[in-house]
């Protein structure tokens, strides 16, 4: 019995195949054995996902010389902030607790309080500028970034594709090695499969342009990686 092993990654499959080692019959994957050549390979697929709508990212801050009156300041900016945003996201906001901590006393002048929170949510292609613009004419807001989303259902049909894909690579490589060792049987023991989708968030510069094109940002990755063992006979 031998071991082959092989690796691949991305949509450009090079197999780099080791030497060929003997090794003693053994169990492979679910207590199968294979009586032939025992041929291991690595095969990774990725591609990009379809998107319809962003994550956004809002810092809000207030400042002041108490802590009371920061955080009545950081109240009335956040309910203008919600007002403004309301018409335009889709679903709900996420608005933590503002927090409040001292800033400046000594040579840096009197010692001020600031107040602070964020503001996060889901806003659509169509309401990515509006949102922009809303968020940009009030007071005390930054705009800390944005992550393109998968649109619903794109990223589990980019997977089951990325998985054919891999199979199907991983099976050609197999059969190959087969033939090239005058072998006929090309039996799939074992799958073991990695992988899963995830957002890619713009570049905090290019998400605070006001040129910025939401089609042109990145779009959700998702990938697979199997490690599969062949049985070749």
């Known amino acids: 019995m031998f071991s082959l092993r092989s690796a691949a990654l991305g949509f450009c499959l090079i197999p780099a195949l080791s030497p ?10 679910g207590g199968d054995r294979c009586g032939g050549t025992l041929y291991q390979l690595q095969v990774s697929q990725s591609g990009t996902t379809a998107f319809d709508r962003f994550r956004f990212n809002l810092g809000l801050d207030a400042e002041a010389g108490t802590k009371a009156e920061a955080m009545e300041q950081i109240s009335s900016r956040l309910e203008r902030l919600r007002t403004a945003l309301t018409p335009l996201v889709s679903g709900p906001m996420t608005i933590p607790a503002p927090r409040t901590y001292a800033i400046g006393g000594g040579s840096a002048g009197p010692r001020r309080q600031r107040a602070s929170t964020s503001v996060s949510g889901e806003v659509s292609k169509g309401n990515y500028d509006a949102l922009i613009k809303a968020a940009g004419t009030l007071p005390g807001v930054s705009l800390r970034g944005f992550t393109s989303l998968a649109a619903s259902g794109s990223a589990e049909t980019v997977q089951a594709q990325l998985m054919r894909q891999a199979l199907a690579d991983g099976k050609r490589q197999a059969q190959a090695t087969a033939d090239a060792l005058g072998l006929r049987r090309v ?3 074992r799958i073991n499969q990695r992988g899963g989708y995830g957002p890619r968030p713009m570049p905090y510069n290019r998400a605070l342009s006001a040129s910025f094109n939401p089609e042109e940002a990145p779009a959700p990755r998702n990938s697979v990686s199997l490690a599969l063992d062949y049985c070749l006979s």
Do not use: E, R, T, V
């Open 20 to 29: 060929l080692a003997l090794i003693q019959p053994a169990q492979a994957g």
């Open 187 to 189: 039996q799939l023991l």
